[in-house]
C-alpha cells in the first residue's frame, strides 16, 4: 500500500469514527448529505474516496472544519481533540463557550464538576 492510499485509509477511518461516535447510521449520514441510503457504506468500504463536494457536506453535518478534520487524522493533541469534540457536540452554541466559562468561578466550577462525577457514577 503506498502513501497515498495509507492516507486515503485513515480519512475513511475517521469518517467512519465519526459517524459511530455520532450513534447514527450510514444511511442517516448519507441522506443527510444528500446522497443515496447506501453511500456512506459503498464509499467506507470501496476503493474511491469522497468528492469535495460530498467531503464538506460530511464535515458541514459533523459540524467541525474541513480543517479541524484532517488535523484530528494527523494526530491531534488533546487541545485540538477537546475542540473539535466541544465543536461538534455544542455546534452553534460553541461560540458561546468562552463567554460562558469566562463567568464560572472556581468554586462554581468545583460544583459543576462534582455533580458531573456523580452523574456519571451511575
Do not use: W
Not at 484530528?72 to 463567554?99: A, H, I, M, S
Request: some cysteine; charged content about 30%; overall charge neutral.
Amino acid at each position: 500500500m503506498n502513501q497515498l492510499e495509507k492516507e486515503g485509509q485513515e480519512i475513511k477511518q475517521h469518517m467512519q469514527f465519526l459517524i459511530q461516535q455520532s450513534g447514527e447510521s450510514y444511511r442517516e449520514v448519507s441522506l443527510s448529505i444528500g446522497k443515496t441510503g447506501n453511500y456512506m457504506h459503498e464509499l467506507l468500504k470501496g476503493e474511491g474516496l469522497p468528492s469535495m463536494g460530498s467531503f464538506l457536506d460530511f464535515c458541514k453535518h459533523f459540524k467541525i472544519s474541513p480543517r479541524d478534520f484532517f488535523s484530528f487524522c494527523l494526530k491531534p493533541t488533546y487541545d485540538e481533540q477537546l475542540v473539535c469534540e466541544l465543536k461538534r457536540l455544542l455546534g452553534e452554541d460553541y461560540d458561546n463557550l468562552v463567554d460562558i466559562l469566562r463567568k464560572i468561578n472556581p468554586r462554581d466550577y468545583l460544583l459543576i464538576k462534582n455533580l458531573l462525577a456523580r452523574f456519571f457514577e451511575k
